[in-house]
Every structure is written in structure tokens, then in C-alpha cells.
């Protein structure tokens, strides 16, 4: 199979990726994780959202920015962001955990906004607390279905904002890019999540697929990258960087993270985007050794179908999942096996669970804000976001 015909065909399976309406429903899934012991408490959703797949606390945790990634909704032209059509939005904490709306479109004109990491050391150029988003992903399309197959009109880059929707910078990660040096010459196509560790060295997934939309084709490679915290803003002022790669073939890294032990986490969403994934939906732990060396370690699960968003609530780590159960998977760290969480209303379902977000409140509980990325279908700005209270001793299993 030649290179174009394969691209092609990547693009027609892409549209799986963030939907629960997959090539999975057409076979028998496998049976899913056991139920967590400990439920979850749904307090709230709110459906005011286009296509929500991001969400992050502000570093004081009084707000919450969720990204509205604009995806086209239009079935018939298949699976696209709509260009320059997404933006942010902010909300605040109420006392109950609850989230009220502050501002529905603090920044637009962005062109899928996903993934969210808040920094956590100053740079000379950008505050403590400033928030780096992750956007420009492929394949997009104009607002009236068209798709755009100019790859100069690709725009992959990391934005950086602060609580007040100042942009402060930006990151490119396009086709001249330190990012597709580093990558043999693959441009990141679709940045998809963030996270920074304690030092404020920032981790992006790039799930590496989308570039069959463009005439021709750019070639992907989906991974992990790390920019040193020294390196942010020499790459903002459009300098060359450190920027160290791990790459993950055909898996299609969707969520990074950073565990409370310090390891990098990311997982696989390859099988909703017709990928091979050889993890089909795995759970990786990453080292900043990994990075030097380039290698890509085993994965510690396998099997869960397609993994999307990641997060921690202590030790327990949050995956979301979306092609076999559109759920949230626990998995208690160090060892622990997977899990399913439920809630306290049995009949609370999730539609494409996205970019999760946790937080530890005063009282030692945690607050789990969950988008539900509701793409292909007509968009009303009617999509939810979930949001969950679990208990302080949610990590322990349900052991006192």
C-alpha cells in the first residue's frame, strides 16, 4: 500500500477518534473492568458548551477553563475542527464544587483547542500559574464544510494564556519547527494534552495522525515531547531548543500526566483512530531517562480499548475511555488493576469523555470535571461538561 493511499484511509478512520460511535460497536466488546468500590457523586452538568475537550483548574483552583474544540458536526463531510471556530471558556468553583460561568468565549478564534497544563514555575516571560494550551490540530475545515487541504494553513502550536484570557506567547509546532527536527521531519498534527512536572519541564502528546487531509499528505509520527523548563521561552520568541522525543508508532498517544511520584504518564487512543495500537488502549509510565534515551518503555496495562484523557486523584489515576465503555477508568498506583467508576445515579452515562481535570479541595475530597467531546453531531452549544465530588479517601479503594 502506497504512502497516499494509507494516508487516506488514516483520515476516513480518523473521525472515530473522540466518539463513541466506532468500528468497536460493529464487534462484540470485550467485557468491561469491574466497578470501583468507591462511587463517585455527580454534582452538576452543565450543558453550555461546542464540542468541550479540555479542562483545567487555574492554579488557585477558584476557576475552571474548559476548551471548546469546535469540531465541524456535519456527518457527511466526516471528522474535522472548524477553523479559527474554537475558544475557551472560564468558570468559577462554587463553595458545593459546582461551576458557574464567568466568561462562555474568554479567548476564540482558536482552531481545536484541547489538552491544558498550568505551570508551575515562572519563566522570564511567563507568570507562575500561566496556562499553556495545547491547538491548530488536523484535519480542519471551513466553517461551511470544506475541508482545507493547504498544510500551510496547518497551525499546530502550544498558546499561553493567563486567567484573564491574555494571550502571552505561543509555541510553534508546525512543519519548520524544532518539533518536527527532532521528530524526522514530522510536524506535530495534533498536540492533544500537557502536563507539567514540579521543575515546570512541560510534556505534550502529540497523537500524530490528521495529516492525510492535506494535498499532499504530511507525514506523522505521534509521541511524547519534552520542553525543558529553560527552553519555553527561547522557543516563544521563535529560537531554537532542547526538546527531547519519544516517539509511539501507530500507538496514538492521547492523555499525558505527571503522577504524584513524579513519572510521566501517557496512554493510546490508536484503536478509535483505526491505528494498530500494539497496546490497544495502554497505560505507559515515562522517565526523564526515556526521554534521553528516546526509548519507549512497555506499557504496565493493556487492552482497554481506547484511552483519551488522564489525570490523578492521589494515587488513584483517571483514564478516560471512549470506545468500549465511555467511562472512567481507575487504577491504583502502584499496582493496582483497572477499574471502572460509577456514580451514585445508576443511569449517569458519559458521551465522549475527554481531557479530564482533578483538583484536591480544603476538605480533602477532589473535584473531577469531565468534557464530553460530542463529535459529528450537529453543534447546539448544548454539549456537557460533568462535574463528580469524590471522597478524601477515594485513593485508598475503599479501605479505612
Request: contains cysteine; negative net charge; charged residues 20%.
Amino acid at each position: 500500500m502506497d504512502v497516499r493511499v494509507k494516508s487516506i484511509l488514516s483520515l476516513v478512520l480518523v473521525s472515530l477518534l473522540v466518539t463513541s460511535v466506532s468500528l468497536a460497536e460493529e464487534k462484540e466488546k470485550p467485557a468491561p473492568p469491574p466497578p470501583y468500590p468507591v462511587k463517585g457523586q455527580v454534582i452538576q452538568t452543565l450543558k453550555a458548551f461546542d464540542n468541550p475537550e479540555g479542562a483545567i483548574f487555574s492554579a488557585d483552583g477558584k476557576f475552571v477553563f474548559v476548551s471548546n474544540a469546535a469540531e465541524l458536526g456535519m456527518k457527511e463531510k466526516g471528522f474535522h475542527w472548524t477553523e479559527k471556530a474554537g475558544y475557551i471558556s472560564k468558570l468559577e468553583v462554587q463553595p458545593d464544587g459546582t461551576l458557574k460561568m464567568v466568561k462562555d468565549k474568554l479567548i476564540t478564534g482558536l482552531t481545536a483547542p484541547l489538552g491544558m497544563a498550568v505551570l508551575p514555575v515562572a519563566t522570564k516571560k511567563f507568570p507562575k500559574g500561566t496556562i499553556f494550551l495545547c491547538a491548530g490540530a488536523a484535519p480542519i475545515a471551513e466553517a461551511n464544510g470544506t475541508e482545507i487541504k493547504d498544510a500551510k494553513r496547518m497551525d499546530p502550536k502550544l498558546v499561553a494564556f493567563d486567567t484573564e484570557g491574555k494571550v502571552l506567547g505561543e509555541i510553534k509546532m508546525g512543519m519548520d519547527s524544532v518539533f518536527a527536527k527532532v521528530n524526522g521531519g514530522s510536524p506535530a498534527t495534533l498536540p492533544n494534552a500537557a502536563g507539567f512536572d514540579k521543575d515546570g519541564n512541560l510534556y505534550v502528546a502529540d497523537t500524530g495522525i490528521g495529516g492525510a487531509s492535506f494535498d499532499p499528505p504530511v507525514k506523522t509520527n505521534g509521541g511524547v515531547y519534552m520542553i525543558p523548563h529553560g527552553a519555553l521561552d527561547d522557543l516563544a520568541d521563535g529560537k531554537e531548543a532542547s526538546v527531547s522525543f519519544i516517539a509511539m508508532p501507530e500507538g496514538g498517544p492521547d492523555g499525558v500526566e505527571v503522577a504524584p511520584d513524579g513519572s510521566i504518564h501517557t496512554n493510546t487512543v490508536g484503536v478509535a483512530a483505526g491505528m494498530k495500537d500494539p497496546a490497544q488502549g495502554g497505560m505507559y509510565k515515562l522517565s526523564v531517562e526515556d526521554f534521553k534515551s528516546g526509548k519507549l518503555p512497555a506499557p504496565f496495562v493493556t487492552g482497554l480499548g481506547a484511552l483519551d484523557g488522564l489525570d490523578f486523584a492521589g494515587n488513584a489515576r483517571l483514564d478516560t475511555e471512549i470506545v468500549n465503555t465511555n467511562s472512567v477508568i481507575v487504577t491504583l498506583l502502584p499496582d493496582g488493576k483497572p477499574m471502572m467508576l460509577t456514580y451514585d445515579q445508576p443511569d449517569k452515562t458519559l458521551a465522549g469523555p475527554a481531557d479530564i481535570a482533578v483538583r484536591k479541595m480544603a476538605d480533602g475530597s477532589y473535584l473531577l470535571v469531565i468534557p464530553e467531546l460530542s463529535a459529528l453531531a450537529p453543534n447546539t452549544n448544548q454539549d456537557p461538561v460533568t462535574v463528580v465530588k469524590l471522597p478524601a479517601d477515594f485513593d485508598k479503594g475503599g479501605k479505612k
